[in-house]
């Protein structure tokens, strides 16, 4: 029978701390494991609560009552988890097809009026509306500034399906490279320019309204905290009430009915849910008419 050597105990010694060292290493590491486990975990469920807080928070909103003017403020459901909640008419925004269609010279011109405003010198404007207007028509007929069918390019030969399809338009670059260049134009509101939410930014492109007038129609329109969208916010009962805090004569404010509307029945919601540090958010353009709001858009 061979007898194996005897190992030193030096050496044996080193082979019992590194097979400890060994096993403390999987150790830490198991740990590591659970603990990166129970932290996703507790994501997870921090985010899955999170977005129902949102889902909350719309199914408030949408209710048949509640108005932009309805005061929303933030709740909490349960400790650390609720939601917050914003409404914004979409009436008080261009609505970019509405302007095109039938290509009526006086939409167009405020249309450009407003692309002037936002930087694009008058070239720009004139290939941006013509490509616009060849990407939204039906024909193959280009216009003089304007695009057809052209290698990869092709236009859609129908109105556009939601502002950021503007990107897609050829000639568009100078006004979707800027920062925030969306935010004053839709294509889900019933079209004529909302008067009782309508940014003075916007009024001011009417024709016929200068700053001064449209500086004291927001201030009556805004109430008493300056702030639109509040509760205070002074309701309009009619167009002619409207007139009258513009100081139009009917002659000046038959001028604007082409333009102009009240009360659009179309919302944008933003719904923010929150649980922990956790935060879902969920957008909607919602039409509020009669029982049941039709859903025009929904991103979360």
């Known amino acids: 029978m061979k007898i194996l050597p005897a190992i030193p105990r030096g050496s044996a010694l080193l082979l019992v701390l590194w097979a400890m060292l060994l096993l403390v290493g999987a150790t830490f590491g198991w ?13 997870a469920s921090h985010g899955m609560e999170a977005r129902a807080m949102a889902r909350s928070g719309l199914t408030i909103a949408l209710h048949p009552q509640v108005t932009r003017l309805t005061p929303l403020p ?3 459901l349960v400790p650390g988890a609720g939601y917050e909640l914003r409404l914004r008419s979409e009436g008080g925004k261009l609505n970019i097809n509405w302007l095109l ?8 011109t405020l249309f450009k009026h407003w692309l002037e405003r936002h930087g694009l010198d008058f070239q ?9 207007l060849d990407y939204i028509d039906a024909d193959t007929v280009k216009r ?33 490279s800027k920062p925030g260049w969306q935010d004053e134009l839709t294509v889900y509101s019933l079209g004529p320019i909302d008067l009782t939410s309508a940014s003075a930014e916007i009024l001011e492109l009417l024709p016929g309204l200068g700053d001064a007038r449209v500086k004291a129609f927001v201030t009556i329109r805004q109430g008493r ?16 009430e409207i007139q009258q805090a ?25 719904s923010l849910g929150h649980s922990g540090a956790t935060t879902r958010t969920i957008e909607v353009i919602a039409r509020k008419t009669g029982g049941k709001p039709q859903i025009l858009s929904w991103k979360e």
């Open 74 to 76: 933030p709740e909490e």
């Open 31 to 43: 740990i590591a494991w659970v603990q990166m486990r129970v932290v996703a975990h507790g994501e």
């Open 144 to 176: 003089l500034n304007g695009s057809e069918d052209d290698g990869n390019y092709h236009p859609a030969n129908r109105q556009l399906t939601s502002v950021e399809e503007l990107r897609q338009v050829r000639g568009t670059e100078p006004l979707t």
């Open 124 to 132: 720009q404007r004139e290939v941006l509306v013509d490509c616009l």
């Open 101 to 108: 269609d039938g290509e009526e010279p006086l939409k167009i």
């Open 225 to 240: 905290d300056g702030i639109d969208g509040t509760a205070d916010d002074h309701v309009f009962k009619d167009l002619s």
């Open 246 to 270: 513009l100081s139009l004569s009917p002659a000046q404010f038959e001028q604007l009915r082409p333009f102009v509307g009240m009360s659009d029945p179309t919302m944008e919601i933003r």
